[in-house]
């Protein structure tokens, strides 16, 4: 990818990320929906490996591991998860969680790993995590395509339009949070981004063991190896839940 499409990607990250927030306020739910239920997950994960559980009506969360090939960069040595909601029998790329979180094709709150030059002493600091998701089939159909479409040139005939109906879609997504309560990690050992300078700080709050390694594979980076964690998830009003979920009413937003 050339600078000059990296920098037309990272206006639509922005712009859409900026929009999408006015439009909708800080985790709100549809206009209409007042009450929600509230149902909390807890799991664990080693590297490299994937943990997912059912939360009704055929939907699925899952927290996958990044693969470097499908990152911008292409980086080997990336490690850690992407938070993913999708159809059970999986509906392919993008996901309910990407599409309704943007930025896109930047830092984002959904990837728990060392992307975009954060450390793994970084990405831990940087907790909780807030997300949005998609609970429609046909939302998320929809929003596929016009995801396509923001991807080409502004200069597109359809790009204005598609842009206002994304916002529109993400304006009625449910909330979520992603917390990480305990971590086995390898530090990296490059300085701290200037924007990850705040995380860096923080992760002494995060419960986590140091794996240490030798000098000769250190890596600028580091590796998240383990991680525990909370999933706490809005869910519309009438959702039926699995059950070994124990759902209560709560608004429906954060």
Known sequence: MNGMAIQQRLGLAIALGVTVAASAGPLSAAPTQLTCKQIVMTGEVNAGQEWKASIGQGWVFRVMPIDPA?????????SGWDLVVDRAQGAGFPDALLLATPPYDSINEREIGTTFGLRSQDAIGWNPRSFRFLLSPQALLESQKLFLLL????????????LHRMMEL???????????????????????????????LRSALTPHTVQPTSGALATPLGSLNWIRFT??????????????????????SE
């Not at 499908?70 to 990336?78: F, H, V, Y």
């Not at 519309?236 to 009413?249: D, E, L, S």
Request: charged content about 15%; proline content about 12%; overall charge positive.
């Open 70 to 78: 499908k990152t911008p960069t292409g980086q080997p040595d990336l």
């Open 151 to 162: 991807h080409r040139k502004p200069s597109d005939p359809s790009y204005a339009s598609a």
């Open 170 to 200: 993400t304006s009625r997504s449910s909330a979520g949070q992603f917390r990480i309560v305990d971590a086995r990690l390898t530090p990296g050992i490059a300085d701290a981004a200037p924007f990850a300078e705040n995380w860096a």
């Open 231 to 252: 999933i706490t998830l809005r869910l519309p009003g009438m959702w039926t839940t699995p059950n070994q979920f124990h759902a209560v009413p709560a608004a429906c």
